[in-house]
Each structure stands twice: as C-alpha cells, then as structure tokens.
C-alpha cells in the first residue's frame, strides 16, 4: 500500500485544491470535432461520464496504488465490478472454477446469470489447493474470495496462480475484506483483484460502489466492454465520498483489526461459543495461511453457537450491533447465518453461525454487549 497516494492528489482544478472537486456532470463538450475525436481516441481527456469522470478517476487511481497495480476501474456496486469482468473474459462454451464459499452476490451471478449464456461454474472447496488445481485444466477463468466473508477459510494463492498461469487461466480475486491494506493479491500473482468499495473504501455505509484493479492491457478489456457496455460506472458524487473514506482507510482497519482481536479473545474462552471463526486466532485451521498471506486481519469475523434458537436469542438480544448484511462502516454488525437461508443451505453452515463485525466504537463497550447477550442466551 502507497499510504501517501490515499492521503493526497494532484489538484484537478489548478486551484490547489487539498480535497478534489465533484465534477457532477454527465458531459464533456468540445469547441472542434478534432479535439473530440482526440480525446475519444487517446481516453485522456473525459468525454462522457459512463465511460470517464475526473472525481471517479481520482478515486480510481488511488485503488490502483492501493493494490500496487498499474490501473483500476471503478463500478456502481461490487456485484457490477464482478459481472464486469466475468462479461468481459467469459463467452458461450467456458467454464469457471470457483472456490467456495463465494460471496453470495457473485453465487447469484454464478449460478443464476452466467448458465444463460452457456458458461458452467465448477465449485470447488477453497481450502481443497490440490482439487482445485485438478479443475483448472480447460478452465477459462479461477475465482477465489480469501479469506471467505462468512467462515474465514483461506486459498493457498501461490499454488493455485502458479497452476493458473500454467493452464492459461485468468485469476480473479474479491479482495474485499483484505481491503488492499491486509491483502495484495496482485503480489501473489492474481490477475485481477476485485472490491466492493462498499465496505472498508466508503468506511460509512454511505456508498454502494465497486473496483477492479488489474494490469493495463486487461483493464483496458473491462473499460472497453465491462464499462462502456454493461455501463455500471461509479456516479462522480460517490466517487468523491470514497476518495475521502479512503484517507481514513488505514486508521479505520487498524482499529477494526484490534477491536476484533480482542472480541474474538474473549469469545474464545466464553463457554457458550462453541467456535471462533477468525483467521488471525492460533487455533484457527487456516492460521498458517493467514501468517503467509495476510498483513492484518480487519474487523470482520463469525462464531458458532449451539443452534439457530441461540443464534437468533443472541442477535436479538445486542444493543449495540445491529442486524444487517453488510460491514466496513463506521458501526457494529451482527448477522444470524439462520435469517439468510439460501446461503446457509448452499453451503451447508451449521445454523448456529453468526458473523459479527467490529466497528468503531470502543472494545470494552462491545464486549459488555456481547457478554450480556451472551448472559441472554440459552
Ligand atoms: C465479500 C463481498 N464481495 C462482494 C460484495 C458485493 O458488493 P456490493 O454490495 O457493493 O455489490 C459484498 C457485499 O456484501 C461482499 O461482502
């Protein structure tokens, strides 16, 4: 990560301006046809918002040296950057290995959308390297999510990059919950790194967005065919809400990693968790992983409790998480595996799972929170 390329910009308006401007307009008109057939051609110059925007732009560069890559594009949501770039590289006839447990959003994408265009998906048990190298053969594209956002799982990504390239397939990773900051896929040989901006980027539950970083030559693929065509660019004003969560990035990560350490901890030693589901703990099977891959470990993580009734007892009972889907803003989350059904059969979670997310407030306060709830629960 380039911490200095989050903190600051070139001024976009002369004006040296310390914060860009919204450039929040949809149009960039010009004076001759060959200063328009100019900036079409070279794409340096904006000409219209769905394909380029000064305000997306500056976000869009910072994404790109947050992951250390040559270029980055940006997306209405994360599920609009990941269709992007599986309509870009995919068509009739290929097939994509997938490691599981997918983001639920781009199972959807998986096994709803692609199979209507004559793409077939093999899902492979992420944590299975030898299985899923075994599936690459004739494969057109790897997808793996590490760690995964539900049970925390991590993909051997040396191994499974190297087998990739081997084969000619393209590797696609969702790195959002390594945020570019805990994880830097591009590193380990992945081709394209994935984000919903969502989460960590906006860091305020303020913004739906999505990235994709990558190199040039592959992201000049997605701009002209993920972008142009399917047409989920980021809007200029969300644009602008994510380049300033981003100064606070680091800070945010560094305190949702603590937070989470030390709720984990504690939830470890607590007699009615049956398991904490949180790579950054030694007990963790994929700690090793975790150690090789990871530079931190963020807020996000689950844990198993008896059954569903205790899941849904325990839930209901915190004040200070509330129950919802998402994760990276500023506030605590908690999220029964029970009370979304399909991804809890799809993947066969036992039904006493609960992802909880640590937010911004302060440690003691959510353990008090998880304690009394806990005290709540059968
Ligand atoms: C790991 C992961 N990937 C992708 C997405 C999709 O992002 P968005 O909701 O911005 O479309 C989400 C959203 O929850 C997610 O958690």
């Given at each position: 990560?380039d911490?200095i390329?989050?903190?600051?910009e070139?001024?976009?308006?002369?004006?040296?301006e310390v914060?860009?401007?919204v450039?929040?307009?949809s149009?960039?008109?010009?004076a001759?046809?060959a200063e328009f057939?100019?900036?079409?051609?070279?794409?340096?110059k904006?000409?219209y918002?769905?394909?380029?925007?000064p305000?997306?732009?500056?976000?869009e560069?910072k994404?790109?040296?947050?992951e250390?890559a040559e270029d980055?594009?940006?997306?209405?949501?994360?599920?609009?950057?990941?269709?992007a770039?599986?309509?870009t590289?995919?068509?009739s006839?290929?097939?994509v290995?997938?490691?599981?447990?997918?983001?639920?959003?781009?199972?959807?994408?998986?096994?709803k959308?692609?199979p209507?265009f004559?793409?077939?998906v093999?899902?492979?048990?992420?944590?299975?390297?030898?299985?899923l190298?075994a599936a690459?053969?004739?494969?057109?594209?790897?997808?793996?999510?590490s760690?995964t956002s539900?049970?925390f799982?991590?993909q051997?990504?040396d191994?499974?990059?190297?087998?990739a390239r081997?084969h000619?397939v393209?590797s696609?990773?969702d790195?959002?919950?390594?945020?570019?900051?805990y994880?830097?896929?591009l590193?380990?040989?992945v081709?394209l790194v994935v984000?919903?901006a969502?989460?960590?980027?906006?860091?305020?539950s303020?913004v739906?967005?999505?990235?994709?970083?990558?190199s040039?030559?592959?992201?000049d693929?997605?701009?002209?065919l993920?972008?142009v065509f399917?047409g989920?660019?980021?809007a200029?004003w969300?644009?602008?809400?994510?380049?300033?969560?981003?100064?606070?990035?680091?800070?945010?990560?560094q305190?949702h990693?603590a937070t989470?350490?030390e709720?984990?901890?504690?939830?470890?030693s607590h007699?009615?968790?049956?398991?904490?589901l949180?790579p950054?703990?030694?007990?963790h099977?994929?700690?090793?992983l975790?150690k090789?891959?990871?530079e931190?470990?963020?807020?996000?993580?689950s844990?198993?409790?008896?059954?569903?009734?205790?899941?849904?007892?325990?839930?209901d009972?915190?004040n200070?998480?509330?129950?919802?889907v998402?994760w990276?803003g500023?506030?605590?989350?908690?999220?029964p595996?029970a009370?979304q059904p399909?991804?809890?059969?799809?993947?066969?979670?036992p039904?006493g799972l609960?992802?909880?997310?640590a937010g911004?407030?302060p440690?003691?306060?959510?353990?008090?929170?998880?304690?009394?709830a806990?005290?709540?629960?059968?």
């Amino acid at each position: 990560m380039d911490p200095i390329s989050l903190l600051h910009e070139p001024s976009l308006s002369g004006f040296g301006e310390v914060a860009p401007p919204v450039f929040q307009n949809s149009l960039f008109a010009f004076a001759t046809s060959a200063e328009f057939e100019a900036a079409m051609k070279s794409g340096e110059k904006p000409v219209y918002t769905r394909i380029s925007n000064p305000t997306v732009r500056a976000f869009e560069k910072k994404v790109a040296a947050l992951e250390g890559a040559e270029d980055a594009l940006a997306f209405a949501s994360g599920n609009a950057a990941m269709t992007a770039v599986l309509f870009t590289f995919l068509k009739s006839g290929d097939r994509v290995v997938a490691a599981t447990p997918v983001y639920a959003g781009t199972y959807g994408t998986l096994t709803k959308l692609l199979p209507k265009f004559g793409v077939g998906v093999d899902f492979v048990p992420g944590t299975d390297t030898a299985a899923l190298q075994a599936a690459l053969p004739g494969a057109r594209m790897l997808l793996l999510e590490s760690p995964t956002s539900y049970t925390f799982e991590l993909q051997d990504l040396d191994p499974l990059t190297k087998s990739a390239r081997e084969h000619g397939v393209l590797s696609v990773i969702d790195n959002t919950y390594g945020a570019g900051v805990y994880l830097r896929p591009l590193r380990f040989g992945v081709d394209l790194v994935v984000h919903s901006a969502t989460k960590y980027f906006s860091g305020h539950s303020d913004v739906v967005a999505g990235a994709v970083t990558g190199s040039k030559n592959l992201l000049d693929e997605v701009r002209s065919l993920g972008t142009v065509f399917l047409g989920a660019k980021l809007a200029p004003w969300e644009a602008w809400l994510l380049v300033r969560g981003l100064r606070t990035l680091q800070l945010r990560l560094q305190r949702h990693e603590a937070t989470a350490l030390e709720l984990a901890r504690y939830l470890d030693s607590h007699p009615k968790v049956k398991r904490v589901l949180h790579p950054g703990l030694s007990g963790h099977p994929q700690n090793g992983l975790a150690k090789k891959y990871l530079e931190g470990t963020g807020g996000l993580f689950s844990i198993e409790l008896k059954d569903e009734k205790a899941a849904r007892a325990f839930s209901d009972a915190l004040n200070l998480f509330a129950i919802g889907v998402s994760w990276g803003g500023h506030e605590s989350l908690v999220l029964p595996l029970a009370s979304q059904p399909r991804v809890r059969e799809a993947y066969g979670f036992p039904p006493g799972l609960v992802r909880l997310f640590a937010g911004l407030e302060p440690a003691e306060a959510l353990k008090q929170d998880l304690e009394q709830a806990l005290a709540a629960t059968a």
